[in-house]
């Protein structure tokens, strides 16, 4: 071989690498052009609103020899045809996806006898509950298959739109996936004084919005490339019904809105732009009704909203993009540009007249961060909460019974997160260091986190002590709390200590 074949070789194979490698990044180009194209969904203007929207029963009770009302909850398999000759398998409270509406008083004595009658360990959690730390239903209350687990309690909170749901560590997002979910009631006596609509199913209707997708039949629990908020579906459904419409008779309606999905953030409003009055949040009424056209809640938070129809109109609950300041690559995987038509409102020719709305609601309840004791901060992020991961043999803090205390919650990380702390219902002082939106200024427990965001919320802890049993908080971005991004406390008497948590046998 010649001296002046051998560079001409080299030449040769140096161009078919630089062809082969520029190829190489051509189709990776084109391939990531084709996932973020593809990463969006809608369903606005396409929705044909055919299935009548179905509302969750009122849980029957039972009244005990010590005035304790008692409710029953079964945890089952099943199969339910979302879409007709397509039957899917499901789990549920009573019946074979979600689960009855519970309602309680103020000062009532409520028990539930919790029975799993699953394959695995869950667990019920009363969301946005005040209680024992022993009855919360997080993962340190396990209830094994074919066990019962009957916790009972005063009711000693306002009226307010709670949930419950699982909490089994590890498996959070694929319980409540499945369909294990249900709304809890609460009722007082200012609440019942004031001119709301309050008819249950008929001018009160609970919106339990989830996401879904499909495979076949079956549900697809799948998190697609890219989706580091967790599940993100393709659909929407209320109260377990694709497509829903709703026949309207009242002039004013009363929505409960619960996100319920697992992942998805909503920015609810209406298809025509109409104005809606915002009375309550997650844990009860506002000091004044808020006038608002459009209303963020991110996974595990609650909304009561008040909105008007005219006799005959139609209008369309509508979920548009998230205006959160994410950047461009974040907005579109984490479901930021998706756009969802989710419920029909079909108003009666004739409607029943409606007080107006009363212009106070009820006075401030909520700590307003003037008496904490304590600052505490908390930086999130995937990897975990101040930089640990959930340990379920570690309690991260003790707090005093009996004090307040300000906790300010910074996301540092590239992605969308929220904060849910177990038992108290807080007041949001300040985001990014300004005064909160209207929309966040009632009793809430869950609060949503953009990239590099920052709130302060005040909250009291009014016990009882417990220095064994912690409650939690974390990220309800459920596949997020899976991964780790939960801590737990406990309330003790002064000058106790924490204990020891107590066993677990997971799920």
């Excluded at 690498?17 to 996932?35: E, K, S």
């Excluded at 006799?311 to 984490?334: H, I, K, N, Y």
Aim: proline share 7%.
């Amino acid at each position: 071989m010649s001296s002046n074949s051998r560079p001409r070789k080299w030449r040769r194979l140096l161009v078919v690498l630089v062809a082969f490698v520029t190829l190489l990044v051509l189709m990776i180009g084109a391939g990531v052009t084709w996932v973020y194209v593809e990463a969006t969904v809608s369903t606005v203007g396409s929705t044909r609103f055919v299935n009548e929207l179905a509302i969750p029963p009122l849980a029957p009770s039972r009244t005990e020899a010590d005035g304790t009302r008692t409710f029953e909850l079964d945890m089952r398999s099943g199969r339910k045809e979302f879409r007709p000759g397509q039957a899917t398998q499901t789990w549920g409270f009573n019946g074979d996806h979600l689960g009855p509406t519970l309602r309680a008083r103020r000062g009532e004595k409520v028990a539930v006898a919790v029975r799993n009658n699953l394959s695995e360990a869950s667990t019920v959690h009363w969301h946005g509950m005040h209680l024992p730390a022993a009855l919360d239903g997080g993962p340190h209350q396990m209830v094994q298959p074919g066990a019962i687990w009957t916790p009972n309690w005063t009711v000693d909170q306002p009226a307010a739109t709670l949930w419950y749901h699982p909490h089994p560590h590890g498996a959070t997002e694929t319980h409540v996936r499945r369909g294990l979910a249900g709304m809890f009631l609460l009722d007082d006596d200012v609440s019942a004084s004031l001119a709301l609509p309050d008819t249950y199913g008929v001018d009160d209707l609970p919106v339990i919005v989830q996401d879904v997708k499909f495979d076949g039949a079956a549900f697809d629990s799948s998190h697609a490339i890219f989706r580091d908020v967790g599940f993100l579906g393709d659909r929407t459904m209320v109260n377990g019904t694709l497509t829903p419409y709703r026949s309207i008779g009242d002039e004013l309606v009363r929505l409960r809105l619960l996100n319920a999905s697992t992942a998805r953030t909503y920015t609810f409003g209406f298809s025509d732009a109409r104005p809606f009055s915002l009375v309550a949040t997650d844990g009860g009424l506002m000091e004044h009704p808020i006038a608002l056209d459009r209303l963020r809640l991110s996974p595990g938070e609650r909304a009561e909203i008040v909105v008007q129809v005219r006799p005959g109109e139609r209008t369309v609950l509508r979920s548009s993009e998230l205006d959160a300041g994410l950047s461009f690559w974040t907005q579109r995987f984490s479901g930021g540009d998706d756009t969802f038509d989710i419920l029909e409102l079909r108003a009666a020719d004739t409607l029943r007249p409606s007080p107006d709305l009363p212009e106070t609601l009820v006075s401030p309840v909520a700590p307003d961060g003037t008496d904490s004791v304590r600052e505490r901060r908390f930086e999130v992020n995937l990897a975990g909460i101040n930089g640990t991961p959930m340990a379920m043999d570690r309690i991260d803090f003790t707090v005093t019974r009996g004090t307040a205390e300000t906790w300010v919650v910074h996301n540092n990380d590239g992605m969308p997160h929220n904060f849910h702390i177990h038992d108290v219902q807080f007041r949001v002082l300040a985001v990014d260091g300004d005064a909160p939106p209207a929309a966040l200024t009632g009793p809430k427990d869950t609060v949503f986190l953009p990239p590099d965001g920052t709130v302060r919320l005040a909250m009291r802890f009014d016990g009882p002590a417990d220095p064994n049993s912690p409650y939690m908080y974390h990220c309800h971005l459920l596949w997020h709390e899976d991964q780790g991004m939960m801590g737990q406390f406990v309330v003790v008497e002064p000058g106790v200590r924490a204990g020891t948590p107590p066993s677990h046998h997971g799920h």
